[in-house]
């Protein structure tokens, strides 16, 4: 009796590990695809001529008031929007390549856990991947558990190539977790400040960028059994960011998609390194101890 047990015992334990994810739930969405605005602030929500972004934003769930970490510059938020800790535990302090002080916790990459990394230890054969136009951004996401990772150089010169190259990639490999990123709001917020017309000037065209790109996910037949995230790192006060002003720390943050609960406003507090959480969720993934971030309440 006490072998039948024991036997039975790892049988149940090698059925909790199977299945989809880390800890053998079933999946919410069988991808995530994450499309990154550099320097999208709140701030322009009021006059910002976006239909596409405001149409998934009825379909699905959002919040205007997710909070950057501090600094609010892009090192320090990408990389809690992908490791699910503030600046003063990842050590990512500004846009530095290297954590100025040790990281709390650090994988067998000698880097930051990230979701991507979470993935590939519970799914190695999961593909993942990243398009950046803005090329310190693979700093922060561990190039070591990506699949793909391509940076658009000169992108103001070529605007087009980041929708070329993600849809390329979406469309070729289907992959269950991608980051793409886009510059061009930072660019036109850096050059001209906050409130200026060529930064409104400048909202429809990223709003089309996101729209084509969705296009490629219904194109790749993956759309039903997709979750879709446009979100920011942090807004502008005036041509900078990096302080503590409402304008510079106030991102939006839209959701929809398979199991996302629709026309819904979320109202709970949301710092950035929720993000990673949320992600970690559709997958059931087990989170490290390091990380801070919560799964925000979206799900149906």
């Not at 199977?18 to 994450?34: F, L, R, T, W």
């Not at 999961?126 to 940076?151: I, M, P, Q, S």
Request: charged share 25%; glycine share 8%; with cysteine.
């Amino acid at each position: 009796m006490k072998k039948f047990l024991t036997v039975l015992s790892t049988i149940l334990l090698l059925a909790g590990c199977s299945g989809n994810s880390g800890n053998g739930g079933k999946d919410i969405a069988s991808h995530v695809i994450i499309i990154g605005l550099d320097g999208w602030g709140t701030w322009c929500m009021d006059k910002a001529d976006i239909p596409f972004i405001r149409e998934k934003m009825n379909e699905g769930s959002y919040t205007l008031y997710k909070r950057s970490v501090l600094p609010s510059d892009s090192g320090p938020n990408w990389a809690a929007m992908m490791n699910g800790t503030p600046a003063e535990s990842s050590g990512i302090l500004r846009n530095e390549p290297y954590p100025l002080c040790k990281p709390l916790a650090l994988t067998e990459h000698n880097a930051q856990p990230t979701f991507f990394h979470l993935l590939k230890q519970a799914r190695p054969d999961a593909e993942t991947g990243v398009v950046t136009e803005w090329g310190d951004f693979l700093n922060y996401a561990d190039t070591l558990c990506l699949d793909y990772y391509k940076r658009i150089f000169r992108p103001t010169q070529n605007p087009d190539a980041i929708v070329e190259e993600s849809v390329r990639y979406i469309k070729d490999k289907k992959p269950v977790l991608c980051f793409i990123h886009i510059d061009a709001l930072d660019h036109v917020g850096h050059t001209y400040g906050n409130g200026a017309p060529e930064y409104y000037a400048e909202l429809p065209v990223v709003d089309d960028r996101v729209r084509r790109i969705v296009d490629g996910i219904k194109e790749a037949g993956i759309y039903d059994d997709s979750i879709i995230i446009v979100t920011s790192d942090h807004g502008h006060e005036g041509k900078s960011h990096g302080g503590r002003s409402q304008n510079e720390i106030e991102t939006p943050f839209v959701i929809w998609g398979k199991g996302v609960r629709k026309n819904h406003e979320i109202k709970e507090t949301f710092i950035q390194y929720d993000v990673a959480a949320t992600v970690a969720k559709v997958f059931h993934l087990d989170t490290p101890q390091s990380w801070r971030g919560v799964p925000v309440d979206v799900f149906e």
